[in-house]
């Protein structure tokens, strides 16, 4: 695995030499697009809206559109606008994990140590898991300042890039029920949760889209026809909430 940042953790007066690897990998296929005639690769081009014609990239500069009309940036502008290039996530303060909403979390990414602070990394991750605490702070890759959280995971650190409040869209934008839950319907609710919980192990989650089109791939390649899938077909459920809950009761048991 190769390393895509290198740098430190610090906080308080520690500094721990490590080095950041992704811990994601994308399980899509990398599929081209073609010209349906002659499957050739198609490609895109940079073109002037105007004239028509392809702009080179030296040619190409970046603006922000305000009051109809384009102010043109320049690199010495995006330099005075970036945060002090620092190799160091600076650990601002210790808190528990279940602060932080779900939805600010973004990228998960690998720490490892160097030689130098394999001794200081050890030390701070045997204290997060013994506290039950992540650490909160912020760092600079490429140029762009991001919030993370540096959490235990078994015997190594992961941080966990975390969005910025104003990134996150209110939610008052969003209209909320105003239906009154009735005792019977909750009763049944709470039922079919007990009847569906469980320990939880993610990897009986399977994401079996990229190896059925693989399979398609492979049998077009030889020449067959890929057979069509069985259509599934689902009742419709009743529009009575109390019925929906009983069915899903009875399924559950008889599953079990």
């Known amino acids: 695995m190769r390393s895509i940042w290198t740098g430190a953790i610090g906080f308080g007066l520690v500094n721990i030499p490590i080095k950041m690897y992704s811990a994601v990998q994308d399980s899509t296929l990398d599929l081209d697009m073609l010209d349906k005639k002659d499957h050739a690769n198609i490609h895109f081009k940079r073109v002037n809206e105007n004239t028509g014609k392809e ?111 104003q990134e996150i869209r209110p939610i008052d934008e969003i209209t909320a029920p105003k239906a009154t839950t009735k005792p019977a319907e909750m009763k049944m609710a709470l039922e079919l949760i007990k009847q569906l919980s469980g320990p939880f192990d993610i990897a009986n989650y399977k994401d079996t889209y990229t190896d059925e089109l693989l399979k398609i791939i492979k049998a077009k390649a030889k020449g067959k026809k890929p057979a069509k899938p069985a259509l599934r077909v689902v009742h419709s459920p009743g529009k009575d909430l109390m019925s929906q809950l009983k069915a899903s009761l009875s399924k559950g048991k008889k599953a079990s």
């Open 55 to 165: 702009v080179a990239w030296e040619n190409i500069i970046k603006g922000y559109k305000l009051n109809d009309q384009y102010v043109v940036l320049t690199d010495e502008d995006f330099e005075k606008a970036s945060p002090e290039k620092t190799k160091t996530i600076s650990i601002n303060e210790f808190v528990n994990e279940t602060e932080i909403d779900s939805i600010y979390y973004e990228t998960p990414y690998y720490l490892e140590p160097e030689k130098s602070g394999a001794r200081a990394y050890a030390l701070l991750r045997d204290a997060l898991h013994k506290t039950g605490k992540v650490g909160f702070g912020s760092f600079v890759m490429r140029n762009k300042e991001g919030l993370c959280l540096i959490k235990p995971m078994e015997d190594i650190l992961v941080l966990c890039r975390i969005r910025w409040a």
